[in-house]
Each structure stands twice: as C-alpha cells, then as structure tokens.
C-alpha cells in the first residue's frame, strides 16, 4: 500500500510541475498562445495518431477549472486569468 501511496505522490507532484511549467510559459509569453504552442514548447506535445496534443490539452482543462487559464472561444489562444486581490 506504501508503493501505491508513493506512486500517487509523485504523479500529482509531476502534474503540479507540468502546470507550473504551463503557468510560466504563459506568462513570459507577449500574446495568449495555442494549446499546439503551449505543448511544444514543452515537449508533451504528444500522443497516439491523430490525437497528439491530449497532454497539454487536458492540462489547460483542469487549470481552466481552476481558474488559472482561460481560453478564447474565437481564436482558441490560452492565457492566463487575472486575479483580483481582495485583500488590497
């Protein structure tokens, strides 16, 4: 059960990682970008035949329930959303 624990461990620190990384490509980026840019740029623009992308795209969709990114429905470019603090 330890081993299972620890496998759990580290794929939810790996996710945190991959949404950092998106996190950090997006904000150093001048315009919102594609999830085809976002994936490459990090190397897990990947997947089975006619299907690549699925990494990045379903990363974009757990921060976009989050909160963390957004996407225009126009253009389909990602970027990040801005927080309002409300403590200021």
């Known amino acids: 059960m330890q081993e299972l624990n620890h496998a759990y461990e580290s794929a939810q620190h790996a996710i945190s990682e991959l949404k950092a990384s998106i996190r950090t490509v997006l904000s150093v ?42 996407q225009d429905e126009k253009n389909k470019r990602w970027h990040l959303v801005d927080h309002i603090d409300v403590n200021t």
């Not at 594609?34 to 921060?63: D, K, P, Q, W």
């Open 29 to 70: 980026s001048p315009h919102p970008l594609s999830n085809a840019e976002i994936g490459r740029t990090l190397g897990v623009y990947m997947g089975h035949i006619g299907h690549e992308g699925h990494i990045s795209r379903t990363l974009l969709a757990m921060m976009q329930a989050e909160g963390v990114v957004d």
